[in-house]
């Protein structure tokens, strides 16, 4: 058979050198990598073996397989899982991390310590080249399930490799390794040593639930070609299922190892969820709840969802109709008892049971958080700055948990600069007589306090949410309650805080409305087509002016946001409101009643509307004008 050459890409080169000289920290690690690369395998022939009646493959003794020569100072691992055919080995080994692989070399170079750049890794999927950080040579010979020619691929790791179909290959994949000499300075051990082979599965791979086998070493002074020197292969990892254990068996090691096997993500999980289902349907979960957001967390191709099994067969990867997607973050394994084994994507989505499964984790997980919230103050705080934007997702898609979504969350606010405060929190701390719980979206927390529309409330010392995240533009509006008390937003609507001397302040209300009507009906009219009312403002107590939207109208914000995933809506005219005390707004009323054709005045009025669009961080419409006119002022003021 022909043998061909390839160059990896550049990226690839350099991701390649920096594999093997820079990432790991551990160099065990690859045969995790291998052994983890070989399970999957397993798993994915398991899976094509019920679909296919016709594939032929043997499934009868299926298990991973570790074999040393001491002498030739080699390491192979071996399944006899699904394979790869020829054009697999291009696309998946050929190509290192052939999705995004300049950004991730990248992200490497600006890494600063080996946690940071382990973490990338996971992110990439590129542990297969982990191998070359023991190895000079590595030689991968595959068959895939169903077809009658092998692959070998070879590299040394130099930058090319080299592919050759072969004629005869047994079904699955071996990866051998031509071992470098042991350096202990280097943390390079002997990896041909059974205890060191053993020591590395009992640490990484026992929870795998296939048999991972390595050939007895033979008794010391018996010769190859005695009978005492065969012995039955020894199998390694323990096999059972760690959801399957009671908890007083497993470690917390043990469930970080699995975690790290599923998610590929090498950083222990913040919590660990249990949850064993009996009854009419049987079935465990083993959930993680994990310690920071992965980078492609909001992007559209992020995969979300839970691994299932049935009886402990792999059934599927990623099965999103066990996870609500609010909770794309959570990982783990569900093992049902009941579900058929050829399920699809599409039975599963309509599968009441699995409809039952996702509400029953959906809650579980949510009392997670709760608990967390109360019991471990400091893991909540880490799990809510990762998740938090995301878990405020399920508030728009998620009614029947909307209420234990909101038990669960926490919001910055004006009660204290550092720490969160829950909903509950608030409501508790409410002055007498107020009757809503207020709030204001924005850019950032200094936009808000910065922002005119918070200005009485911060004179009357009243507490109000300071929401920053985009998502909250959304919630905000279909969340009409909590604890009996309504959710209101300072910049909409009228604002009444209520005043010791009540009638004193209504009379004033009514007098200065009396003082100012001429003012705001022709304001109204000379800025008719930026608003759709002047009036006064009861809740600026120093800037002269603000812009407020309608009780039921969006936001510009809200309207943006809109906009941005394609839904185009009419852009609602706003009110602005005027602060009768401030010396701008009544020197205009004077202004106004003594010199009403004066020209001037009219721009004026633009100027004021311009200045309280722009201190909420809105846009003008016409900067240039609003320039020319500010400027014009400040010349004639000197």
Not at 242 to 265: F, Q, T
Not at 324 to 344: C, E, H, I, M, T
Not at 570 to 575: H, L, M, T, V, Y
Not at 582 to 611: I, Q
Request: proline share 3%; aromatic share 8%; charged share 30%.
């Amino acid at each position: 058979m022909s043998t061909e050459t390839f160059e990896f890409q550049v990226e690839a080169r350099q991701l390649l050198q920096m594999v093997i000289h820079s990432i790991y920290s551990n160099k065990d690690v690859f045969l995790r990598e291998l052994v983890s690369n070989a399970s999957d395998a397993l798993d994915k022939l398991r899976l094509e073996a019920l679909r296919d009646d016709a594939l032929g493959a043997d499934v009868s003794d299926l298990h991973i397989e570790i074999e040393t020569d001491r002498e030739a100072r080699t390491l192979t691992v071996r399944d006899n899982g699904i394979g790869m055919s020829y054009d697999e080995v291009i696309q998946l080994i050929g190509t290192i991390a052939n999705s995004g692989t300049a950004k991730f070399v990248q992200e490497l170079q600006g890494a600063k310590d080996a946690a940071a750049t382990e973490g990338l890794i996971g992110q990439f999927g590129v542990g297969f080249y982990s191998s070359f950080m023991v190895a000079d040579e590595v030689v991968l010979l595959t068959r895939r399930a169903g077809e009658s020619q092998g692959t070998r691929w070879t590299s040394t790791g130099e930058g090319t490799y080299t592919l050759e179909a072969v004629a005869e290959a047994p079904q699955g994949t071996s990866v051998t390794l031509r071992l470098r000499p042991a350096d202990t300075e280097d943390q390079l051990h002997d990896y041909t040593s059974a205890w060191k082979i053993r020591e590395i599965v009992k640490r990484y791979s026992d929870f795998i639930t296939w048999p991972i086998r390595m050939a007895a070493e033979a008794a010391p002074g018996t010769a190859d070609g005695d009978d005492a020197a065969v012995r039955e292969p020894e199998t390694l990892n323990s096999m059972k299922a760690l959801w399957a254990r009671s908890r007083d068996e497993v470690s917390d090691d043990e469930y970080h190892e699995l975690y790290k096997h599923i998610s590929h993500d090498w950083t222990d999980p913040l919590e660990t969820v249990r949850l064993q289902a009996e009854g009419t349907f049987e079935y465990q979960a083993l959930l993680f709840l994990p310690s920071h957001a992965p980078h492609d967390l909001y992007t559209q191709g992020y995969k979300r969802g839970i691994q299932l099994y049935v009886k402990r067969v792999f059934v599927m990867d990623d099965c999103e109709a066990l996870m609500p997607p609010y909770l794309r973050f959570v990982k783990g394994v569900v093992d049902a008892q009941d579900l058929s084994l050829n399920v699809s994507r599409e039975i599963l989505q309509q599968d009441r049971q699995i409809e039952l499964m996702r509400r029953r984790l959906a809650k579980k997980v949510l009392s997670t958080v709760k608990d967390l919230m109360t019991g471990s103050p400091e893991r909540y705080a880490t799990l809510w700055r990762e998740f938090g934007r995301v878990l405020k997702e399920g508030l728009l898609s998620d009614y029947e948990n909307r209420d234990a979504i909101l038990a669960a969350s926490s919001f910055a606010s004006t009660h204290d600069e550092e720490e969160l405060t829950t909903l509950k929190q608030y409501v508790e701390r409410m002055k007498e007589g107020q009757e809503h719980i207020y709030y204001l979206t924005g850019e950032s927390r200094q936009t808000i306090e910065n922002s005119p529309h918070m200005e009485a409330f911060q004179a009357k010392g009243i507490e109000v949410l300071l929401l920053t995240d985009p998502v909250d533009e959304l919630w905000v509006d279909s969340v009409p309650e909590f604890g009996g008390k309504q959710l209101r937003s300072v910049a909409k609507g009228e604002i009444n805080l209520g005043a010791e001397e009540e009638e004193q302040a209504e009379t004033e209300r009514e007098q200065r409305q009396q003082e100012f009507a001429e003012l705001l009906t022709w304001m109204a009219g000379r800025l008719s087509e930026e608003v759709k009312e002047v009036r006064l403002s009861s809740r600026l107590t120093v800037s002269p002016a603000c812009i407020v939207s309608d009780t039921h109208d969006a936001t510009p914000a809200l309207e943006n946001l809109y906009r941005a995933m394609g839904q185009e809506i009419p852009r609602a005219k706003r009110i602005l409101e005027l602060n009768p005390g401030h010396p701008l707004v009544s020197g205009l009323r004077t202004a106004h009643t003594e010199r009403t054709d004066d020209p001037g005045l009219g721009e004026t009025a633009e100027l004021l509307y311009g200045m309280a669009l722009l201190a909420e961080g809105g846009q003008l419409r016409e900067p240039a004008r609003f320039i020319k006119l500010m400027a014009d002022r400040l010349e004639r003021a000197l």
